[in-house]
Nanobody, 121 residues
Framework: QVQLVESGGGLVQPGGSLRLSCVASGTIFRIYDMGWYRQAPGKQRDLVAVITNDGSTNYTESVKGRFTIFRDNSKKTMYLQMDSLKTEDTAVYYC???????????????WGQGTQVTVSS
């Protein structure tokens, strides 16, 4: 079984910074793409940033230049460095990963439980 656990959320003032972490654990043979999604109240869950297992990244337009996604494959951990935060970044942030639990398994989609990020003065 694969678990993803996020941490690092909290309350921050506009212009501030936070770093989110997502640790993968359990039965894991290989992790493919990993990404961060967010969901604001009353809205759908949207992609924020994605990173492949060789480090290629892609960001939604609204966070380009402010957020940085990176991963440490040896620690099975992904991060999201969020700088110059805005009130509109307020949301629950979810970690997502495509994981092959064992070498004979098909890769599957896994989600964390989410961490709240609130940007407010």
């Amino acid at each position: 079984q694969v678990q993803l656990v996020e941490s690092g959320g909290g309350l921050v003032q506009p212009g501030g910074s936070l770093r989110l972490s997502c640790v993968a654990s359990g039965t894991i043979f290989r992790i493919y793409d990993m990404g961060w999604y967010r969901q604001a109240p009353g809205k759908q869950r949207d992609l924020v940033a994605v990173i492949t297992n060789d480090g290629s990244t892609n960001y939604t337009e609204s966070v380009k230049g402010r957020f940085t996604i990176f991963r440490d494959n040896s620690k099975k951990t992904m991060y999201l460095q969020m700088d110059s935060l805005k009130t509109e970044d307020t949301a629950v942030y979810y970690c997502h990963a495509v994981v092959e639990p064992r070498d004979w398994d098909k890769p599957g989609d896994y989600w964390g439980q989410g961490t709240q990020v609130t940007v407010s003065s």
